[in-house]
């Protein structure tokens, strides 16, 4: 029976059997065992040094004098590699030669490689002692076929790859083939068969030698002479160990068996196709499909990762691949070496040659159908960031030259990439200025910020960049990196992008330091354009949120002499910008806005924005310095030139001629601002107009201005306003009429430009959506018929006034147009307090007028 079950496995193992001699019985091999280990038992059993346990080889004085590192080819010039400005977001540490790739997991070791030499005499092969043959136990045919092999790494992640597993048609081979495969990579001899061996060997002369191996060989002697020994023949030493050592020769065996079962899956999955790989270098496409191929064998046989035997041998004929230069090969090669878990230089090169994918334009269609954001990703999680940290930075990089894309950015957030990215930040935060490491992570921040500001116009990104999580780790890693001007830039880029949405906006001013941070980098880098730019807009969206955030940034010591000084420089750089191009081209040509008015634009805004603040209005109206420069716009600039920045300023003087304060710097330099509000008046800019207008209105309650306006007949012009049908025009105009009917000899002028008639067409036109415009309106025709005797001094408008304020002061008729409750509830008490005590009083005055006469 015995022998018809061997007959049977013979006939379906895809290897002839050599010739044999007749099989011994369990008793015969169990004594011949003992035998052997009487005759060694006064030697002692050879252990292995550490060195000779290494994967990978020792020193390289092992290594033939003919093998050389491979040299992965990956162009490293200067313009190939990011740029540190913001459009390319990479920062990288300068080389000078091209990445040398050592297959030693270990620096400065050489890498020694195991290629055997075939015996000289082939019936050598064939023997093997008596003591050996007890030691191995032949695999049955269900072993060698089984389904699944026990995962060496229980946390491996399972992968999927885009072509179909390779089937075991490998097995169909020759038996010559299989047999001469085994003859080279076999050192080892049986006097039955021949057998498989995994130990890992190393090359010395023309000699193989076994390495890491004589340890477990006499761990395997005490296992399987534990389980063969025959009833009442223990030794003294078995009787001491007991059940412990039984169970230890049970794992002993099982481990035998799958180091047989990963030797017979190398030589019929992986062997095939590593040969193939170096035969068919000229056919890309054909080492693309066996590349997917190796992957998908290596999972099935849970040879991926670090404790694979043969991994070196492995990965020295994919770094050899590389050096072919296209990059769809070298995108199954990072997959496929990523995948082995390489670290150190290994994981360096491997980054760079996924970077170096990635940024091609041309490969964006397949990486966008593959798997290598995933393998990034794990690089990114699981290695650690102090050793790995250049490497990382190339991962980052290749990260965020994939964000860019749509597609790869919706998968990026799909996988949980924001929550890898902010806790990579969290874990950069916590090392230290003094860490040896800090320095160096600043290129790694540089790439991760630049992705997190692209992730930042992802609307589905933005929801998982939850805002008290993000904005305070931004706020350390920016005020930690203060001395770090890339860094700075791209963390407030990021910053920048999110202060524009309320919930991200609100977070960052709930951190209390800061307007600390961003004044003194404001301070420290006043020159630098693309830094202060974004941390002007930041303050800008910040103080535009409420009166808390406006006095907690004016609070923050030399805050508001912080505005003036980058004001005065960034004014003094465009004044030479504008001499530059009218010197060399005989008139401005330079674009719009330019950087340096760029800034003044969003500093302007801030300064309005703080101004709308009670106190602080009133105390930046008293700012000579502030106002000097506002005025100062309004003099070298002209609406045509910088629209935004002219009609900036004008706002602000606007807003701080509001406060009628001691020592205020606009009451001073009034008469000086009229005058330059005459050039925005005459544009034909109807911002510009209607923004001179309004500081005309707060500027008219002084009797100096009145009378500017009358000697240079500005009335005329504000009385043509009221013609626009336009609330935003005709509110400002209606304010400088009425400021200057407040002087009696100045009245008689709306009845020049027919003034009075365009007062009550706009009340009409306005009356009961605007009653703030209305009440404006009745206040001005109040002032001018004072003194009048009669009615006709509204000439013929006096009827159809009389008629309009009857109806205006029916509430019953003029409310039923608001639908909403809310605007309903406001309107009544605005027409209740404002409008209806001022027209009730000029209807009494125009009926009691009428009456007389």
Same mark, same amino acid.
């Given at each position: 029976?015995?022998?018809?079950?061997?007959?049977?496995?013979?006939?379906?193992?895809?290897?002839?059997?050599?010739?044999?001699?007749?099989?011994?019985?369990?008793?015969?091999?169990?004594?011949?065992?003992?035998?052997?280990?009487?005759?060694?038992?006064?030697?002692?059993?050879?252990?292995?040094?550490?060195?000779?346990?290494?994967?990978?080889?020792?020193?390289?004085?092992?290594?033939?004098?003919?093998?050389?590192?491979?040299?992965?080819?990956?162009d490293t010039s200067s313009s190939d590699l990011p740029e540190s400005r913001p459009n390319s977001a990479v920062r990288l540490s300068p080389l000078t030669h091209k990445p040398v790739v050592i297959i030693s997991e270990k620096k400065d070791e050489a890498s020694s490689v195991f290629h055997p030499t075939p015996p000289a005499d082939a019936a050598e092969v064939r023997k093997v002692s008596s003591a050996c043959k007890g030691l191995f136990r032949t695999p049955s045919l269900k072993d060698l076929f089984s389904a699944k092999v026990v995962p060496l790494d229980q946390n491996g992640v399972k992968l999927d790859f885009e072509e179909p597993p390779m089937m075991m048609n490998s097995l169909d081979r020759s038996n010559n083939n299989c047999l001469a495969e085994q003859k080279l990579y076999t050192s080892f001899n049986d006097e039955s068969r021949q057998l498989i061996c995994n130990e890992h060997t190393s090359r010395s002369g023309s000699e193989d030698s076994m390495e890491g191996t004589p340890g477990n060989f006499s761990l395997q002697l005490q296992g399987e002479s534990d389980q063969?020994?025959?009833?009442?023949?223990?030794?003294?030493?078995?009787?001491?160990?007991?059940?412990?050592?039984?169970?230890?020769?049970?794992?002993?065996?099982?481990?035998?068996?799958?180091?047989?079962?990963?030797?017979?899956?190398?030589?019929?999955?992986?062997?095939?196709?590593?040969?193939?790989?170096?035969?068919?270098e000229d056919n890309i496409e054909h080492l693309c499909l066996a590349c997917t191929k190796l992957h998908q064998a290596l999972g099935d046989g849970n040879m991926l990762g670090k404790r694979f035997?043969?991994?070196?041998?492995?990965?020295?004929t994919l770094y050899k691949l590389v050096d072919l230069d296209s990059d769809p090969l070298s995108l199954k090669l990072a997959k496929i070496i990523l995948a082995?878990?390489?670290?150190?230089?290994?994981?360096?090169?491997?980054?760079?040659?996924?970077?170096?994918?990635?940024?091609?334009?041309?490969?964006?269609?397949?990486?966008?159908?593959?798997?290598?954001?995933?393998?990034?990703?794990?690089v990114l999680w699981n290695e650690d960031l102090q050793t790995n940290h250049e490497a990382l930075v190339y991962c980052m990089a290749a990260i965020k030259v994939m964000s860019e894309k749509e597609v790869l950015r919706f998968k990026m957030v799909s996988k949980g990439a924001i929550e890898m990215f902010l806790e990579l930040m969290k874990q950069i935060n916590n090392i230290k200025e003094h860490d040896t490491y800090f320095s160096k992570l600043g290129h790694l921040l540089v790439q991760l910020a630049a992705t997190l500001r692209i992730l930042a116009n992802c609307a589905q990104a933005r929801r998982q960049l939850s805002p008290g999580a993000a904005i305070p780790e931004l706020c350390v890693a920016l005020e930690q990196r203060s001395s770090d001007k890339d860094v700075c830039i791209w963390i407030v880029s990021v910053l920048s992008k999110l202060s524009t949405y309320n919930d991200f906006c609100a977070a960052l001013a709930d951190c209390s330091r800061c307007y600390i941070v961003f004044l003194a980098l404001l301070n420290k880098y006043q020159k630098q354009q693309d830094l202060v730019i974004r941390i002007v807009f930041i303050l800008g969206n910040l103080t535009a949120r409420n009166d808390q955030s406006r006095e907690q940034f004016f609070k923050e010591k030399e805050s508001v002499n912080t505005l003036t000084s980058l004001f005065q420089t960034y004014y003094e750089l465009d004044l030479n910008e504008m001499t530059r191009h009218h010197d060399s081209k005989g008139k401005n040509q330079q674009k719009y806005p330019s950087e340096a008015e760029d800034v003044l634009i969003k500093l302007i805004r801030v300064v309005a924005n703080l101004s709308i603040h009670p106190r602080v209005g009133a105390a930046l109206a008293a700012a000579h310095p502030v106002v000097g420069l506002l005025v100062t716009v309004l003099e070298y600039k002209s609406v045509d030139a910088c629209e935004e920045l002219v009609i900036n300023a004008a706002t602000t003087i606007n807003n701080l001629s509001y406060y009628q304060v001691e020592n205020s710097a606009v009451q001073d330099k009034k008469l000086h601002i009229a005058e330059m509000l005459l050039k925005l008046l005459m544009s034909d800019n109807m911002d510009a107009v209607v923004e001179a207008?309004? *500081?005309?209105?707060?500027? $008219?309650?002084?009797?100096? !201005?009145? =009378?500017?306006?009358?000697?240079?007949?500005?009335?005329? &012009?504000?009385?043509?306003?009221?013609?626009?049908?336009n609330r935003e025009v005709c509110f400002p105009a209606c304010g400088v009429l009425l400021n200057l009917t407040v002087d009696e000899n100045k009245r008689a002028f709306?009845?020049?430009?027919?003034?009075?008639?365009?007062?009550?067409?706009?009340?009409?036109?306005?009356?009961?959506?605007?009653?703030?415009?209305?009440?404006?309106?009745?206040?001005?025709?109040?002032?001018?018929?004072?003194?009048?005797?009669?009615?006709?001094?509204?000439?013929?408008?006096?009827?159809?006034?009389?008629?309009?304020?009857?109806?205006?002061?029916?509430?019953? *008729?003029?409310?039923?147009? $608001?639908?909403?409750?809310? !605007?309903? =509830?406001?309107?009544?008490?605005?027409?209740?307090?404002? &409008?209806?005590?001022?027209?009730?009083?000029?209807?009494?005055?125009?009926?009691s007028h009428r009456s007389s006469s």
């Open positions: 029976m015995q022998a018809s079950k061997t007959e049977n496995r013979r006939k379906a193992e895809p290897f002839y059997w050599l010739s044999v001699a007749k099989p011994k019985t369990s008793s015969e091999i169990v004594n011949e065992a003992r035998d052997a280990l009487q005759t060694v038992k006064t030697q002692r059993l050879f252990t292995p040094t550490d060195e000779q346990r290494k994967l990978f080889g020792s020193q390289s004085s092992q290594c033939p004098q003919n093998r050389r590192p491979v040299l992965l080819s990956l063969m020994e025959e009833p009442g023949k223990k030794t003294s030493q078995l009787r001491t160990s007991g059940q412990k050592r039984r169970v230890t020769g049970l794992k002993d065996e099982t481990r035998i068996n799958e180091w047989e079962e990963e030797d017979f899956f190398w030589h019929t999955r992986i062997l095939p196709i590593l040969r193939d790989l170096e035969k068919r035997k043969r991994r070196n041998i492995l990965l020295k082995m878990k390489v670290d150190g230089k290994n994981l360096l090169s491997v980054c760079k040659l996924a970077f170096k994918i990635c940024r091609n334009e041309k490969n964006y269609f397949i990486i966008q159908n593959d798997t290598l954001l995933d393998y990034l990703l794990q207008v309004r *500081v005309f209105g707060n500027l $008219s309650q002084h009797h100096e !201005i009145r =009378d500017f306006i009358v000697q240079r007949k500005i009335y005329k &012009f504000v009385i043509a306003l009221l013609d626009s049908k709306l009845m020049e430009e027919g003034g009075i008639g365009k007062l009550v067409d706009c009340l009409q036109d306005f009356g009961p959506a605007d009653w703030q415009l209305s009440c404006l309106i009745c206040k001005t025709l109040w002032n001018y018929s004072e003194n009048m005797a009669s009615s006709s001094c509204f000439g013929g408008n006096t009827t159809a006034l009389l008629t309009l304020l009857t109806a205006l002061l029916d509430e019953e *008729v003029e409310l039923e147009g $608001s639908l909403d409750r809310d !605007i309903k =509830d406001c309107q009544r008490v605005y027409w209740e307090r404002e &409008f209806k005590p001022v027209a009730e009083k000029l209807l009494d005055r125009i009926q």
